[in-house]
């Protein structure tokens, strides 16, 4: 397990959003239910990337502002992921939609199902299952591993869960969002984060859960 290294093969995933992947590296993933971001909440993020894409001299406006923003360096463009991202968490840390995930019952299905297979599939070592969204952090052993892995714990928790509430609709968004992690003090800050997120959603306890390994600095490789 070790954070990213440039020096090491790293693949690109083109999906409807780029996914960054290089195999045994920590990666910080979040998918979200499907009605966690009302139209007028997606308005407004997109009004601040628009913002923080101009301050890269990218319109967003143009027909090929995705491609110029991919032709950035790596640097430049995790920058601008992780600030998109920062501006999502915190849409979503205002429990938009019905926030299933609320109830003790379905929050444990999801956490149940990240754990299932840890040591055998990934290296688990931190989660938070919120009322609207999930936080994992795993490495995994190939490129492709990740998106299977995520693709398979969406849809047997969606399963279990609709059951349960008795509806047959849609209950993740199709994409979620994922970056690998950098460096050790990166992944420390993240799980502060973390441990952190139901207090600033304003969250009871029994409205969460969170769970956190006992991987010391010494384990995580640079």
């Not at 205002?94 to 299932?116: F, K, M, Y």
């Not at 070592?125 to 936080?135: L, W």
């Not at 928790?157 to 349960?164: D, G, L, S, V, W």
Request: glycine letters at 4%; one cysteine or more.
């Amino acid at each position: 397990m070790q954070v990213f290294d440039p020096s090491q093969d790293y693949a690109v995933i083109e999906r409807r959003l780029p996914h960054w992947t290089q195999a045994g590296t920590i990666t910080f993933i979040t998918w979200r239910t499907w009605d966690s971001m009302p139209e007028k909440i997606v308005t407004r993020w997109q009004a601040e990337r628009n913002e923080l894409l101009l301050r890269y001299g990218i319109d967003a406006n143009a027909d090929d502002w995705e491609q110029r923003l991919r032709r950035l360096s790596m640097e430049a463009f995790r920058e601008v992921q992780l600030k998109l991202s920062d501006r999502w968490n915190d849409h979503l840390d205002e429990c938009h939609g019905s926030c299933v995930l609320r109830r003790p019952e379905l929050a444990t299905i999801v956490a149940d199902s990240l754990r299932h297979f840890d040591q055998e599939r990934y290296v688990l070592t931190d989660f938070v299952v919120m009322p609207n969204h999930v936080h994992v952090m795993a490495a995994f052993p190939d490129e492709n591993a990740m998106l299977a892995q995520c693709e398979s714990w969406k849809h047997f928790t969606a399963r279990k869960i609709n059951r349960i509430l008795g509806s047959a609709g849609r209950l993740w968004q199709q994409d979620g969002f994922d970056h690998l992690v950098r460096s050790v003090e990166q992944f420390e800050r993240l799980r502060v984060y973390f441990a952190d997120n139901p207090r600033r959603a304003a969250l009871k306890d029994g409205e969460y859960l969170h769970y956190s390994s006992q991987f010391s600095r010494q384990s995580t490789r640079t």
